[in-house]
């Protein structure tokens, strides 16, 4: 830098204007970073909704966003050879067209492959299982012992998730569906008696049940599948995903990763 800078003024000294252009260049190709990393950075940018314990959710003590779909991106990337990853947190049914307009690479989010996701966007190899598990306030008596007993219920969901799509599809007509933007949203509705019950992952049921006062008392047995999403068309990423993804699923990572925010 400081030949740089002796070059200017010597420059200067022939001619003020070139040198003011000079220094001006100069700090802004400094500015850019151009000058102290030489290479771009590979960023893989990542798409998720953080509410959706343990998947992915903000850490109570400083508001990072952490957890199991959080690690494995990060464990994915690095295989891949990516520098870091940005993670971009927005409500579960942006997700989709924030991949399809390019803003984010990829979406990983506790997502259920599903026939009509798969029309608009390509996904991973499966990386767990879930169902619908029904969710009520600890002592409030309601009891589910199939989806019919869910009539006449008001029943809470996350809006643009499976759950909201099945309870829409079989309890539209009989039963009070109310959609939330966050799954947080849509547990403090239980909480404070807004809704009767939650209809949410099953995974995630048992961690909100852990913490607060709530209770699975019915699971639909719905049998999904995660896997991560990617814009349509995208093979190059899709096929590199999904190499770094089997990886990690065969080899001891994997479990220490299932017992890092699974464990008891
Ligand atoms: N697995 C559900 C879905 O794909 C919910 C995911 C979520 O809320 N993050 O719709």
């Excluded at 509410?51 to 903000?58: A, G, I, L, R």
């Excluded at 039963?175 to 809704?195: D, F, M």
């Excluded at 008392?217 to 719905?222: A, E, G, L, R, S």
């Amino acid at each position: 830098m400081q030949s740089i800078f002796r070059t200017v003024v010597i420059v200067r000294a022939k001619s003020p204007y070139v040198a003011v252009v000079l220094v001006a260049l100069l700090l802004a190709v400094a500015a850019s970073g151009c000058v102290s990393t030489g290479a771009k950075e590979k960023v893989l940018v990542v798409g998720t909704s953080a509410d959706f314990p343990p998947f992915e959710y903000k850490n109570a003590s400083n508001g990072q966003i952490t957890g199991f779909d959080i690690d494995l991106i990060k464990l994915i990337a690095k295989k891949m050879g990516y520098d870091r990853v940005e993670i971009k947190d927005m409500d579960f049914d942006s997700l989709i067209p924030a991949l399809q307009a390019g803003k984010v690479d990829v979406v990983i989010a506790g997502m259920t492959i599903t026939p009509e996701r798969e029309k608009v966007v390509d996904f991973s190899i499966p990386y767990w299982e879930a169902d619908q598990a029904v969710l009520v306030r600890k002592g409030s008596g309601i009891k589910v012992s199939s989806v019919d007993d869910l009539k006449g219920k008001k029943i809470g969901v996350e809006k643009g998730t499976t759950g909201a799509i099945y309870v829409k599809k079989h309890l539209g007509n009989s039963s009070t569906i109310k959609e939330y933007p966050t799954y947080v949203a849509a547990l403090e509705a239980l909480l404070n008696g807004q809704v009767d019950v939650v209809v949410l992952d099953s995974p995630v049921a048992k961690m909100f049940s852990k913490k607060y006062s709530v209770e699975i008392v019915y699971t639909i047995k719905t049998g999904e599948h995660y896997g991560i999403a990617v814009k349509k068309g995208n093979k190059e990423l899709l096929d590199g995903i999904n190499k770094a993804l089997k990886e990690i699923m065969n080899s001891p990572e994997w479990d220490k990763l299932v017992e890092k925010y699974f464990g008891s």
